[in-house]
């Protein structure tokens, strides 16, 4: 090693082992120098990469943004050429692999695996194919992984010490996609944006059940990411992982998702809407995992099952990156002409899938905290068997998409959110009157409790009417025909899970401004009466149908108004309006 290079390592606080000349060097982690017991910092993990950056041309880091901290978000970027260039990336035809660690710094396997990935990969120890480039995110979480200690996991095997799940603000970054809450996830939005990776990856660890399998996969829903890709994921590249797994000597079964019961006679896969890294992933036809480790193996089993499972996907996205590059542009050409959008899905109880899966025995015993029976997986008594796994999922409210969308330049959150995705938006230069359909949110259901800084509203109806509004200059019309076209349907529209409006975007419009006072509009909702029959039948029958109404005074005064012109237009208006054709 050079003396300019060892002066860095002094100065930024790390020193790699050497193993003979400068060209044999080879870097330790935390993790291997104590034998797997320890993961590192967030300080180290950085020190780490700007040491491998400084060594080796393949591999540099680089700033992607800010966190709530105020510390900076690192991006580490493998590529075999020394080429960085992302245009270049996708001129090329290579593929893009994200691979995102710590977003649950309780959870680190992923920053201590990918360490050694990258590490390998720079050296040449590692063979990554020319056609694969690899961007690590090395923590995520930042705020979460410096507050730091050895209790908040209580059900989890080491490490020594580790973060923990929420980050600076105590978001839980997880369920921070489309609201965006965090400084890290509008960091992330807009380097998924300009990389638009293929593939997807965030490492984790399981909770739940205990099982033999020290590692299990969580795949973005094939049926909600559909078309060529989520066939080609749900054929191919997924089954090709667990062959090459197999073959390191991991026996991988899809994520264990339950929570409620044994695993004894399967389950249901896991659903993951829009507010999930993978499935904001999944909105751009990129293909997504959850790696899943399990809890209870040791820490040491844990990172060494996730490194073998990134060089597996290394490998499969080289010998598929011609294949991969194919299926996503069929489905972003298709996409442009697809009309009918799924907003909601549910499991398929029909259709399954069958596993091998290895668990242990379930039984119950005394508690020795309580007296009561406790349930107990009893490691003398393991099996393996054939289990049900409910991997396909239909439709339960479907959208059809308009030719545009058209929002009032005074929203600006959801604008933002909206650039920082890459929606592509055009601004009205003049004032302008434009017939379009707007919706009336009729009902909604709101959360009694604060889910990570929101009270989310459900079961959202609406009704549908055409109408023709004046717009101002710098309002934007928003075209369907564009990549972003999954991503804006599912956030735009009311209805969906993830909208924007399910997560409080636009409660102002829920609350009216202008009322009246009785004894003045009493005479105003007579005259209004007369002059209009139509009405007063709705009256009428309203009456005769409900008796409690019939004898409520100011529940039919109020009635009267709320179908007058003195009823605020914009109360119950949703401010995202649809241009059909």
């Known amino acids: 090693m050079n003396r300019f290079l060892i002066l860095l390592a002094l100065a930024i606080g790390f020193v790699p082992t050497l193993l003979g000349g400068e060209h044999e060097s080879t870097f330790i982690t935390p993790f291997e120098q104590s034998d797997g017991k320890k993961t590192a910092t967030y300080k180290e993990a950085v020190n780490y990469y700007k040491q491998l950056d400084a060594a080796y041309s393949t591999l540099t880091i680089q700033k992607a943004g800010n966190t709530d901290g105020g510390n900076p978000l690192f991006v580490v970027y493998y590529s075999a050429d020394g080429d960085f260039n992302k245009e270049h990336w996708h001129r090329e035809g290579k593929v893009i692999m994200l691979i995102n660690n710590a977003i649950h710094p309780g959870e680190p396997d992923g920053v201590d695996a990918c360490m050694m990935l990258m590490r390998d990969a720079a050296t040449g120890k590692i063979n990554?194919?020319?056609?694969?480039?690899?961007?690590?995110?090395?923590?995520?979480?930042?705020?979460?992984?410096?507050?730091?200690?050895?209790?908040?996991?209580?059900?989890q095997n080491g490490p020594e010490s580790y973060g923990f799940r929420g980050n600076a603000q105590n978001l839980d970054l997880n369920r921070d996609f489309v609201k965006c809450d965090a400084a890290e996830t509008r960091s992330m939005e807009q380097l998924f944006t300009a990389l638009d990776p293929d593939i997807f990856i965030d490492n984790h660890v399981s909770d739940g059940a205990d099982y033999q399998h020290v590692i299990t996969l969580l795949a973005t829903q094939h049926d909600k990411l559909g078309g060529k890709t989520g066939d080609f994921m749900y054929k191919t590249f997924t089954p090709s992982l667990y062959k090459d797994m197999k073959k390191k000597g991991y026996e991988m079964v899809?994520?264990?998702?339950?929570?409620?019961?044994?695993?004894?006679?399967?389950?249901?896969?896991?659903?993951?809407?829009?507010?999930?890294?993978?499935?904001?992933?999944?909105?751009?036809?990129?293909?997504?995992?959850?790696?899943?480790?399990?809890?209870?193996?040791?820490?040491?089993?844990?990172?060494?099952?996730?490194?073998a499972l990134m060089q597996c996907m290394v490998k499969e996205a080289g010998a598929h990156s011609a294949e991969i590059k194919e299926v996503r542009a069929a489905d972003r050409t298709a996409l442009t002409g697809t009309k009918e959008f799924a907003l909601d899905w549910k499991p398929d109880t029909?259709?399954?899938?069958?596993?091998?899966?290895?668990?242990?025995?379930?039984?119950?015993?005394?508690?020795?905290?309580?007296?009561?029976?406790?349930?107990?997986?009893?490691?003398?008594?393991?099996?393996?068997?054939?289990?049900?796994?409910?991997?396909?999922?239909?439709?339960?409210?479907?959208?059809?998409?308009?030719?545009?969308?058209?929002?009032?330049?005074?929203?600006?959150?959801?604008?933002?959110?909206?650039?920082?995705?890459?929606?592509?938006?055009q601004q009205l230069k003049h004032d302008s009157s434009i017939t379009v359909t707007a919706y009336h949110i009729d009902n909604y259901e709101t959360g009694q409790r604060p889910y990570e800084k929101h009270y989310l509203h459900k079961n959202v109806t609406v009704t549908a009417s055409p109408i023709t509004l004046k717009f101002a200059k710098?309002?934007?019309?928003?075209?369907?025909?564009?990549?972003?076209?999954?991503?804006?349907?599912?956030?735009?529209?009311?209805?969906?899970?993830?909208?924007?409006?399910?997560?409080?975007?636009?409660?102002?419009?829920?609350?009216?401004?202008?009322?009246?006072?009785?004894?003045?509009?009493?005479?105003?909702?007579?005259?209004?009466?007369?002059?209009?029959?139509?009405?007063?039948?709705?009256?009428?029958?309203?009456?005769?149908?409900?008796?409690?109404?019939?004898?409520?005074?100011?529940?039919?005064?109020?009635?009267?108004?709320?179908?007058?012109?003195?009823?605020?237009?914009?109360?119950?208006?949703?401010?995202?309006y649809r241009i059909e054709k």
């Open 350 to 425: 029909a259709r399954h899938d069958m596993v091998s899966f290895s668990g242990y025995a379930a039984t119950h015993k005394p508690s020795e905290v309580s007296g009561l029976p406790r349930l107990f997986y009893d490691h003398t008594n393991p099996y393996t068997k054939q289990v049900p796994f409910y991997d396909h999922f239909t439709p339960t409210n479907t959208v059809t998409a308009p030719s545009a969308y058209v929002i009032p330049n005074t929203w600006k959150p959801v604008i933002n959110r909206l650039k920082r995705s890459g929606v592509d938006m």
């Open 128 to 155: 990554i194919p020319e056609n694969v480039v690899l961007a690590v995110i090395p923590i995520y979480n930042v705020g979460g992984a410096l507050n730091r200690s050895s209790y908040s996991r209580a059900s």
């Open 254 to 307: 899809p994520y264990v998702n339950d929570f409620d019961n044994t695993p004894d006679n399967g389950w249901r896969e896991f659903y993951e809407s829009p507010r999930f890294s993978s499935g904001y992933a999944a909105l751009f036809q990129t293909i997504s995992y959850v790696p899943e480790t399990h809890m209870l193996k040791s820490f040491k089993e844990r990172v060494n099952a996730t490194f």
């Open 474 to 576: 710098g309002d934007f019309i928003i075209p369907l025909n564009q990549p972003a076209k999954r991503y804006l349907v599912e956030t735009l529209e009311p209805t969906a899970p993830d909208a924007f409006f399910a997560w409080n975007f636009f409660d102002g419009i829920l609350q009216q401004k202008e009322y009246f006072s009785d004894y003045v509009f009493e005479d105003v909702a007579a005259d209004l009466l007369k002059k209009d029959p139509a009405l007063k039948a709705l009256l009428t029958a309203k009456q005769k149908e409900d008796t409690a109404f019939a004898r409520n005074a100011d529940a039919q005064l109020d009635f009267v108004y709320r179908h007058s012109p003195w009823l605020e237009p914009t109360f119950m208006r949703y401010p995202v």
